[in-house]
């Protein structure tokens, strides 16, 4: 029997707005990964869009921020809201796989990434950058968006870049291992779509 997908569409909108950004996301977990990006940071931007096109989640993000101070706050609001909206489209969790893992490599770089969609989040973050900016993008800034999208989308992340020189490498391939591993956790196993992944029953305690 195959699991329903049409009746049960796993998507979501959230909007965010504080004094110093106002962001709109929008996802949905079984789109094709169509993306339209626009945070008024144009390495941000690369990164969201790849993220949505290799997990096949289809992103909008619409943010805007205070940029004439810096990336900071714009680049974790935005984290925050797109965990927010993938953790309001997986509903209660019933059928995921749960567990993700992804190693990429990208020419001389090779990341690995794991993650449990657990209701428990937590950040490991095994990255170093040997560049202050990519772009004007401070490199610094990307464990706080991770950290960001950990917390609000409940998820137990594990990021390692195993090896790697180029800091545009190695920080694109924490996205798309990001990416990859999400897509298998959230995909919906066929042989077990009406159960919770858990003995316990439920995720999160």
């Known amino acids: 029997m195959n699991a329903p997908t049409a009746a049960t569409p796993r998507t979501a909108m959230v909007e965010r707005k504080t004094r110093e950004t106002e962001i709109l996301v929008s996802v949905n977990l079984d789109g094709t990964g169509e993306y339209d990006v626009d945070t008024g940071i144009g390495f941000l931007d690369h ?7 290799h997990s096949a989640i289809d992103l909008k993000v619409r943010a805007q921020g205070d940029l004439h101070i810096d990336f900071h706050h714009t680049t974790e609001d935005t984290g925050i809201v797109i ?14 796989r ?5 190693t990429i490599p990208m020419d001389e770089t090779c990341t690995r990434v794991a993650l449990d969609v657990s209701n428990r989040p937590y950040l490991v973050w095994r990255v170093d950058f ?7 993008m401070d490199t610094e800034l990307f464990k706080e968006w991770f950290q960001a ?10 990021v390692d870049n195993l090896y ?14 990001l990416a990859r591993a999400l897509r298998d956790a959230i995909e919906i196993d066929l042989r077990q779509y ?9 995720l999160g305690d």
Not at 168 to 175: A, G
Not at 194 to 202: A, W, Y
């Open 47 to 53: 990164m969201l869009e790849s993220f949505s096109k």
């Open 83 to 96: 965990g927010q909206a993938v953790n309001r489209a997986l509903g209660d969790l019933k059928g995921i």
């Open 98 to 102: 749960r567990f993700g893992t992804a």
């Open 130 to 136: 040997t560049r202050p900016k990519l772009g004007e």
């Open 149 to 158: 999208f950990a917390q609000a989308a409940g998820i137990t992340l594990h």
């Open 164 to 177: 790697g020189e180029n800091n545009h490498h190695i920080v694109e391939s924490c996205y798309k291992g």
């Open 194 to 202: 009406s159960d919770i992944p858990s003995t316990k029953g439920v």
